[in-house]
């Protein structure tokens, strides 16, 4: 029996199908850029520099895989590949990332390369334009989107709501929206969102009880945003009836959800119920805590909320984070606690590398104005790292004019120039400081104020009041017109009629 010689070539593509495979597994097993660029060696060394699926995998890895090596992908893909699959990878990469900016400048080079995208690259692009606020690249995507026919596709239009809906173009999200030919739960979810960060909370509330209509079922995520949507205008009626829902449906109170609900609950003055969402939770996160914190403080209980801080620290193993720290900031200047503001505030950064923001100056300026310590607050305000905004002394002048801080005061009249230098158009600094001169008997200088006000044509913002009657918010401005007023009567013409109808019985 004669052994016939096995073909070299054979030998050869299997030894390279070995080396790839080998390739694939060291790369499964690969947790740092170095373990790449090793197993990116062996693929040089071994030949398989042209193979264009393991390129196109390593790729894939170095753009979405936990440890993420964008930079790594970056140089492979400009150097290596024109096929699509890599660079959808990377703009995924990109878009989920702490770049996105540089998403979109992947897609304008992949363009510019003459490859052509399809329904995997732009819903990535289009959210890489929607957390830059980058409206025009995002028109110009939209644009493209059209020429390459996919203006049908569901899952590239839910993409747009979302874009048009966090740059602030809400007609032209509805728009998107309405033309769907067909929609999906996260079509409904992306267009109740638009509506929500457009403050369009009257559409959002009509879409969330037309979806219905259109045979889909509210999700988790529904019902997050319309709670985020009752914690944002205060009404307590609809939260509670989004929670009965919740209920009904059977839905796992999980940390988003519950914490959805304790942070509308705390916000709609019902801390009683916020408690108890939040006690029954089995599992709580660092945002959970934070907003029951926050709670607390913000309704007056700061020393209710301070003890809850320090239950968070020495019971679970969650790192506080900005949010929890606004809380504990609030919770002490409630609670007229100075040192202990300081000393928190000194935590945050030293302690937990937690860098203060804005809000967190804004709240120690607010300790120490509360507190009275106007000059303490004056020197803590020039010495922050930054150019004090507007808010901050305004903060500080309404803390002059609860304690009655002499006007004549060189610190007053330092506090009222920085604020003006900032704000000369802002009616609600002058009607502070012309509140100021006439609590200190300074009528003509008051006079005065509000006379600059009238010549630059300033007007004082109207008062405003609301009532929630039978679930919907009534709302009412001062210097309302002749048909407010007839309504406002028989409002209260149909009130007194209940009230006597109640007393006789």
């Not at 006379?451 to 009041?465: A, N, P, Q, V, Y």
């Amino acid at each position: 029996m004669v052994r016939l010689p096995v073909p070299r070539t054979v030998n050869s593509n299997s030894k390279l199908l070995s080396k790839k495979n080998h390739c694939l597994s060291l790369l499964k097993l690969s947790s740092s850029v170095k373990h790449v660029s090793q197993i990116h060696a062996q693929i040089l060394v071994s030949g398989l520099q042209q193979d264009t699926n393991l390129l196109t995998e390593l790729i894939r890895f170095c753009s979405l895989s936990p440890s993420k090596h964008l930079s790594y992908a970056h140089s492979l893909l400009y150097n290596s590949l024109d096929s699509l699959p890599p660079w959808n990878f990377l703009i995924r990469g990109y878009a989920s990332g702490d770049a996105p900016k540089n998403a979109i400048r992947v897609f304008h080079r992949m363009r510019k390369e003459g490859v052509g995208p399809n329904n995997f690259t732009f819903p990535f692009v289009l959210k890489a334009c929607a957390t830059c606020l980058a409206l025009e690249e995002g028109k110009q995507v939209h644009a493209d989107i059209f020429k390459f026919g996919l203006d049908c596709d569901v899952y590239v239009n839910n993409n747009l709501v979302h874009l048009y809906g966090s740059c602030k173009r809400i007609w032209d999200a509805c728009k998107v929206f309405d033309e769907m030919p067909v929609r999906s739960i996260v079509s409904w979810n992306s267009v109740i969102t638009a509506c929500v960060q457009n403050l369009w909370l009257g559409d959002a509330i009509w879409n969330f009880v037309k979806m219905k209509d259109f045979g889909f079922e509210p999700n988790e995520t529904t019902m997050v945003i319309m709670l985020s949507l009752c914690a944002q205008i205060g009404n307590l009626s609809l939260g509670r009836w989004i929670h009965s829902q919740v209920i009904e449906r059977g839905m796992t109170l999980n940390c988003q959800l519950g914490t959805a609900l304790v942070d509308m609950y705390a916000k709609s003055g019902d801390l009683g119920y916020a408690k108890l969402v939040f006690d029954r939770m089995e599992k709580k996160n660092v945002w959970t805590w934070s907003a029951m914190i926050l709670g607390l403080a913000q309704h007056g209980f700061g020393k209710e909320g301070l003890e809850l801080f320090l239950k968070m620290k020495e019971s679970v193993s969650i790192c506080p984070n900005y949010v929890t720290f606004l809380g504990v900031l609030c919770a002490c200047s409630h609670a007229g606690l100075v040192d202990e503001g300081f000393r928190y505030f000194y935590e945050m950064e030293h302690r937990h590398g937690i860098r203060p923001m804005v809000i967190h100056y804004g709240a120690m300026v607010d300790i120490l104005g509360r507190a009275g310590n106007l000059e303490e607050a004056y020197n803590f305000l020039m010495d922050v790292p930054f150019q004090p905004d507007p808010i901050l002394w305004r903060t500080l002048l309404s803390a002059c004019n609860i304690h009655n801080a002499n006007v004549s005061d060189g610190l007053v009249d330092k506090v009222r120039k920085k604020l003006l230098e900032l704000e000369p158009r802002r009616s609600e600094n002058f009607v502070i400081i012309a509140n100021m001169y006439a609590d200190a008997g300074m009528w003509e200088t008051a006079t005065n104020v509000r006379r600059t006000m009238r010549d630059g044509g300033l007007k004082k913002i109207g008062g405003e009041s609301c009532i929630v009657l039978e679930g919907s918010i009534h709302q009412f401005f001062s210097g309302c017109s002749k048909d407010d007023h007839e309504s406002i009567e028989l409002l209260l013409d149909g009130l007194n009629l209940n009230m006597k109808m109640v007393n006789s019985l």
